[in-house]
């Protein structure tokens, strides 16, 4: 029997010019991979956010979360800094750049989270 492709579409997977018994039992186990490898997709990790008039339990939940956040994505550098800004909303991000002077990408975190005061 002539060397069958597997049918999903993208995947290069090719039996060899074989008997077709084994032909369709190698397309049947290779079938299992495609199978168990779209249930193993992992979710992203969901970005914390936080607002302007916080408690300073909620900004100490922020902080875990973030530092959570940080350690799953491996982000670092401006990037970190940047991702941190996006967490916050509109308002806390005009008032953490205003305090600022400008532009906080050239700052470190640690900068960052001390720019803010919490209630």
Request: hydrophobic share 35%; aromatic share 6%; proline share 3%.
């Given at each position: 029997?002539?060397?069958?492709?597997?049918?999903?579409?993208?995947?290069?997977?090719?039996?060899?010019?074989?008997?077709?018994?084994?032909?369709?039992?190698?397309?049947?186990?290779?079938?299992?991979?495609?199978?168990?490898?779209?249930?193993?997709?992992?979710?992203?990790?969901?970005?914390?956010?936080?607002?302007?008039a916080?408690?300073?339990?909620?900004?100490?939940?922020?902080?875990?979360?973030w530092?959570?956040?940080?350690?799953?994505?491996?982000?670092?550098?401006?990037?970190?800094?940047?991702?941190?800004?996006?967490?916050?909303?509109?308002?806390?991000?005009?008032?953490?750049?205003?305090?600022?002077?400008?532009?906080?990408?050239?700052?470190?975190?640690?900068?960052?989270?001390?720019?803010?005061?919490?209630?």
């Amino acid at each position: 029997m002539p060397a069958v492709n597997c049918t999903i579409p993208g995947c290069d997977y090719k039996t060899l010019d074989l008997n077709a018994a084994i032909v369709a039992a190698l397309l049947t186990a290779h079938r299992t991979i495609h199978t168990y490898g779209q249930a193993a997709k992992v979710e992203k990790v969901k970005r914390p956010t936080i607002a302007a008039a916080g408690t300073s339990e909620e900004w100490a939940y922020f902080k875990s979360r973030w530092s959570d956040y940080a350690d799953a994505t491996k982000i670092t550098g401006k990037d970190k800094v940047a991702k941190l800004l996006e967490c916050c909303n509109k308002l806390l991000r005009k008032d953490l750049t205003r305090a600022a002077g400008g532009s906080l990408t050239n700052k470190t975190e640690d900068e960052e989270t001390r720019t803010r005061t919490w209630a």
